[in-house]
């Protein structure tokens, strides 16, 4: 599976942008996803996460209630709509499979990275 993220830019505080992470390969329903995010001199940290079926989500504590990750079978695409943007959202989101068992919170269970999108939220 191959994956991109896009959809990323410059949003002042409170603003809104939808990331959409795209992939390549029939067997793209087959795998639970995860967003993650890595600003400058921080680790990459998990952000959101979906089941293969699009069931259930998992969120971090810091995006509750202002991010909503959903995923479109048919387009082979999952969304991170993301509202109430905060200045330490900025970061560089990367959205990747889950192919390892483990906790769906750790960078260690996923693979097929994309290229990652900026997101940018000035004050």
């Known amino acids: 599976v191959q994956l991109q993220a896009s959809g990323g830019g410059l949003v002042q505080a409170g603003g809104s942008l939808r990331l959409s992470c795209a992939a390549s390969?029939?067997?793209?329903?087959?795998?639970?996803v995860g967003w993650f995010r890595q600003a400058p001199g921080r680790e990459r940290e998990f952000v959101a996460g979906?089941?293969?079926?699009?069931?259930?989500?998992y969120y971090a504590d810091s995006v509750k209630g202002r991010f909503t990750i959903s995923r479109d079978g048919a387009k082979n695409t999952v969304y991170l709509q993301m509202n109430s943007l905060k200045p330490e959202d900025t970061a560089v989101y990367y959205c990747?499979?889950?192919?390892?068992?483990?906790?769906?919170?750790?960078?260690?269970?996923?693979?097929?990275w994309g290229q990652g999108t900026l997101v940018t939220v000035s004050s």
């Open positions: 979906i089941t293969r079926g699009g069931g259930n989500t």
């Open positions: 390969g029939r067997t793209f329903s087959a795998y639970a």
């Open positions: 990747a499979v889950k192919v390892r068992t483990g906790s769906s919170y750790t960078a260690y269970a996923y693979d097929s």
